[in-house]
Antibody, heavy 122, light 111 residues
Framework: DVQLLESGGNLVQPGGSLRLSCAASGFMFSGFAVSWVRQAPGRGLEWVSSISATGSSTYYADSVKGRFTISRDNSQNTLFLQMTSLRAEDTALYYC???????????????WGQGTLVSVSS | QSALTQPASVSGSPGQSITISCTGTSSDLGSSVYVSWYQHHPGKAPKLIIF???NRPSGISNRFSGSKSGNTASLTISGLQAEDEGDYFCTSYTTTTTPYVFGTGTKVTVL
């Protein structure tokens, strides 16, 4: 079975940094584009960032551009999100999700993890 | 990069059909063939129920159907069941530097 397990969420002060991880199993991780999507308390889903299967292409929402960096280690089947200059509005449950089809972006996120909670507060 | 607009809530009785709209602009949803819909129950991972405007992943009930006209996409749930309660989100994907945009979300209530 496909599994995506996020970790690294924590309480952090404004201006601080955090690194999220997403461990993948049950599929050929290196063949799929993956994304981070977040949900702030009481709000809807918000796309954060995506990375191609090889890691050669990365994309960011305007709200996190310049502060967050997405990366992946295909040898370890792991996706990362390095978050810096964190703000209160970054408080959210962060999900990782993989694309529906291998080797391309289809816009459809087929499998999701359970999320990891990031709280930014002093 | 504004969110796509969905009604905050839609309700219906068991057995009825409901339709959720998702409205964007000509720059996002209007120019995309990659419109997806997700069902999200609190505390659970979101579930893909429609991709490429009107296609269902395997295992998804044919009670769920999708369509698009111009800048508006729609999700119809027919034969409404209690288990359909939850939040529903649309997304549009385009090949730009900010490829994904999500809808504001719709809470479905089965009366």
């Amino acid at each position: 079975d496909v599994q995506l397990l996020e970790s690294g969420g924590n309480l952090v002060q404004p201006g601080g940094s955090l690194r999220l991880s997403c461990a993948a199993s049950g599929f050929m991780f290196s063949g799929f584009a993956v994304s981070w999507v977040r949900q702030a308390p009481g709000r809807g889903l918000e796309w954060v960032s995506s990375i191609s299967a090889t890691g050669s292409s990365t994309y960011y929402a305007d709200s996190v551009k310049g502060r967050f960096t997405i990366s992946r280690d295909n040898s370890q089947n792991t996706l990362f999100l390095q978050m810096t200059s964190l703000r209160a509005e970054d408080t959210a449950l962060y999900y990782c999700a993989r694309d529906r089809v291998s080797w391309t972006f289809t816009g459809a996120l087929k499998d999701w993890g359970q999320g990891t909670l990031v709280s930014v507060s002093s | 990069q504004s969110a796509l607009t969905q009604p905050a809530s839609v309700s219906g009785s068991p057995g009825q059909s409901i339709t959720i709209s998702c409205t964007g602009t000509s720059s996002d949803l209007g120019s995309s063939v990659y419109v997806s819909w997700y069902q999200h129950h609190p505390g659970k991972a979101p579930k893909l129920i429609i991709f490429d405007v009107s296609n269902r992943p395997s295992g998804i009930s044919n009670r769920f159907s999708g369509s698009k006209s111009g800048n508006t996409a729609s999700l119809t749930i027919s034969g409404l069941q209690a288990e359909d309660e939850g939040d529903y989100f649309c997304t549009s994907y385009t090949t730009t530097t900010t490829p994904y945009v999500f809808g504001t979300g719709t809470k479905v209530t089965v009366l």
